[in-house]
Every structure is written in structure tokens, then in C-alpha cells.
């Protein structure tokens, strides 16, 4: 199973950084005001905001590589939240794109939005 | 093939640089969010914005007659990513892509100087000297940084080359990082890259990487695509804006896709 790529340090992601929980309700509403509700997926889907900066040749090198061997979105892998190191197993990325800037020596920047499959 | 000009210091491009890959995926997607996918691998992209200033009329000059001479996005030309490892497999020299002498042995999963297993052994078990090496389709006459990493049991001394300019280099036994920069004095569409080692050497090496500017940067782990594309300029427009003599401007986007 492949993994989301850490940096030297160790770290996933950096500052500032997101986390979204995504569920999918569906609400009937009737013409008597009440409403029905039920679930069209069977689990919450988690989503993570990986924004990059000072990131050297290397780490923008191994971030390339991780997004060929995806094939973008195609590709699922195992991704650690780093909020609280749980391992989420069934994870791809949300789009097809990777934009990766040098803006100096030393200095890469990119991003990337990965999310939690569902079953 | 013609090949997108370096400037005057030997350079591809100026900061900033950015470098994007594009991917298609057909996505169904259920009603109960599940999805099926369908990877379209032909329709990769991978397309570079080179962002120019204090260019020289000289510099200017040689991108305008290039830019002219592929009239604009029509023809195609070698593009050497300016922030990539040109080298193929730059971690598995068992890869077909090595050409080594007969009595070489390579073997992979070594301690490597960033404490992982990724390096390998280069033994040469032949009477004389044994060469493991690359060639890129790349023109012989460009600015290069040759470079690798490597320690022996006991010092020794080896050769790094570039098509025919040898550059003797020590290996001692912790790990060094060997460097061969310059401008080869060959002509031609490809060059060599490499380490010839004496009789009865062993060595380990990690990190062969290539770049096509004067001297190298951090090491960029490489698998099957190096840094060596078919291109095309992205479209049909090359504007420069002047800020005085010898100070010119531009922005220039290249586009590599197999399926184009």
C-alpha cells in the first residue's frame, strides 16, 4: 500500500493546514413543514488541506514522484491524520493537478487536497 | 532534434519556476459516494511556466530565434527540466537503462547518507577498469552537474565522466558527494554520464543525478521518466517587455504530453 510522502522533518503537512468532515444527508421536506432525513453514504468522509512551503529539491522531487505514481486521483494510499496519527487506509487525491513552484533555491512550494474514500 | 537553448550562465531558467502535472481520471461516482475510476495514463501532462528577467539582447536573441525556428507551438524540441534529475532509475542500477561493463556487480538496498536503504554497491570485479553509466539524448554541449554520492571500505580513487571529459575524484570512507560541473567540449544529441571504477573496487553510491545548469542542487529521486522531454512551446505568442539595455523580460510556458 502506498504512502503519503513525509517531509525531512518527519511532518505531513504544515501550517496553516485544514481538516474537513464531510457528510452526505439527504432532507425531505414536506408541505406540512416536516422534514425526513436519511443518510446517502454509509460513513463521514474525511478531507485534508496539505499546503507546502520552504520545501527543498528533494521533498518537491518525492512529491512529483508520489503524484506520477498516483496517476492523480487514480491512486489510493494510506494517509496518517496528523491531528491526532490515525491511519486512514483507503485515501486519494482530489484533483488531477499538481502545481509545484520554485520560487528560489531551497525554497518549493506546492499543495495538495487528499481525501478518505468511501468503502 | 532541437533542443530549448540555455542562457548565457549555463542556466535553463530564473526563479520562480513552476512545473505542473496534469492527470485524467474518469470518475463514476455512486449515489452513496463510492467511486469507480478509470485511469487515462496517455493524457498526462507535464507543462513548465520559465519566468525570465534581466535577460541580456543576446539571451533575448537566442529565445526569439528558437521560439521562431519551432514556429511557435508547431514543431517539437528536447526540454531539459530545469528542476529535475535528468537521470533515469537514479536508485536502481539493475535497470536496463545502466549500461555497465561486463564485470560489474551492482546490488541495491544499502545504507544511504540520508540513513535510509536506498543506496547501492558498484563492485568491479574485472582485472581493469569498469564503467557503470547513462546516456541521455541530450545535446553533448550544454552545462551539466554531474553528481553522486559515495564511500568505500578504503579510500580510493575514481572517474567520473561526462561523454569523453574525465574528472578523477577520491572516495573516502564516509559518504562525500563527487561532482563533475562544466560544459563538455563534444558534439552531438547524446551524452554519457558515469563512474568508471580501477580493478577490484567496490564502492557505494546513491543520488546520480544530472541537472542542466552549472552546479547541483539537492538530490531528486528519479524513477522510469528523467528529465529528458519532448515538448513544445504551449502557444503561439512570445512577448518580451524591455526595462532598458540589456534588461529584457518574459515568460515563456512549454508543454510535454505524450499523446501531442
Redo the contacts between chains.
Keep these: 500500500m502506498a504512502t503519503f510522502p513525509k517531509l525531512k522533518t518527519g511532518a505531513i503537512l504544515q501550517y496553516p493546514a485544514a481538516r474537513g468532515l464531510r457528510f452526505a444527508n439527504q432532507v425531505v421536506r414536506f408541505l406540512d413543514g416536516t422534514e425526513q432525513r436519511f443518510r446517502t453514504a454509509a460513513a463521514a468522509r474525511r478531507r485534508w488541506e496539505v499546503r507546502l512551503d520552504f520545501l527543498d529539491e528533494s521533498e518537491m522531487a518525492e512529491i512529483d514522484l508520489f503524484f506520477q505514481e498516483n496517476q492523480g486521483v487514480f491512486g489510493t494510499f494510506s494517509f496518517t491524520d496528523p491531528w491526532d496519527g490515525t491511519e486512514y487506509p483507503n485515501c486519494s487525491l482530489e484533483a488531477g493537478e499538481l502545481r509545484m513552484e520554485a520560487v528560489a533555491e531551497m525554497r518549493g512550494r506546492t499543495s495538495l487536497m487528499v481525501r478518505e474514500n468511501v468503502n | 532534434m532541437a533542443v530549448f537553448p540555455q542562457l548565457a550562465t549555463g542556466a535553463s531558467t530564473h526563479?520562480?519556476?513552476?512545473?505542473?502535472?496534469?492527470?485524467?481520471?474518469l470518475?463514476n461516482t455512486m449515489?452513496?459516494?463510492?467511486?469507480i475510476?478509470?485511469?487515462d495514463?496517455g493524457a498526462?501532462t507535464a507543462a513548465w511556466q520559465l519566468t525570465y528577467a534581466e535577460l541580456a539582447d543576446s539571451e533575448k536573441a537566442t529565445l526569439e530565434d528558437f521560439f521562431a525556428r519551432m514556429e511557435g507551438s508547431l514543431q517539437s524540441f528536447t526540454f531539459l527540466d530545469p528542476?529535475?534529475?535528468l537521470l533515469s532509475w537514479s536508485e536502481k542500477l539493475d535497470e536496463p537503462v545502466w549500461e555497465k561493463g561486463p564485470l560489474i556487480a551492482t546490488a541495491g538496498g544499502q545504507r544511504d547518507p540520508l540513513g535510509t536503504m536506498r543506496a547501492s554497491t558498484v563492485r568491479n570485479t574485472a582485472g581493469g577498469a569498469q564503467s557503470v553509466q547513462q546516456t541521455l539524448e541530450a545535446p553533448a554541449n550544454y552545462v551539466y552537474a554531474f553528481s553522486l554520492y559515495a564511500r568505500a571500505a578504503a579510500p580510493v580513487e575514481v572517474a567520473l565522466f561526462r561523454g569523453t571529459d574525465r574528472q578523477q575524484a577520491a572516495v573516502a570512507t564516509d559518504w562525500s558527494r563527487l561532482v563533475l560541473p562544466g560544459q563538455s567540449t563534444a558534439a552531438g544529441d547524446s551524452l554519457a554520464f558515469g563512474l568508471e571504477l580501477p580493478a577490484g573496487c567496490a564502492v557505494d553510491v546513491f543520488g546520480l543525478q544530472v541537472e542542466a545548469q552549472p552546479a547541483p542542487?539537492?538530490?531528486?529521486?528519479?524513477?522510469e521518466?528523467g528529465g529528458v522531454y519532448e515538448a513544445r512551446f504551449q502557444n503561439d505568442l512570445l512577448r518580451f517587455t524591455t526595462e532598458g539595455p540589456q534588461r529584457h523580460a518574459c515568460v515563456i510556458q512549454i508543454i510535454h504530453a505524450n499523446h501531442i
Design positions: 526563479y520562480p519556476a513552476v512545473k505542473t502535472r496534469r492527470s485524467r481520471t470518475v449515489a452513496d459516494g463510492r467511486s475510476k478509470l485511469a495514463a498526462d528542476a529535475g534529475n542542487s539537492r538530490y531528486q529521486r528519479t524513477e521518466q
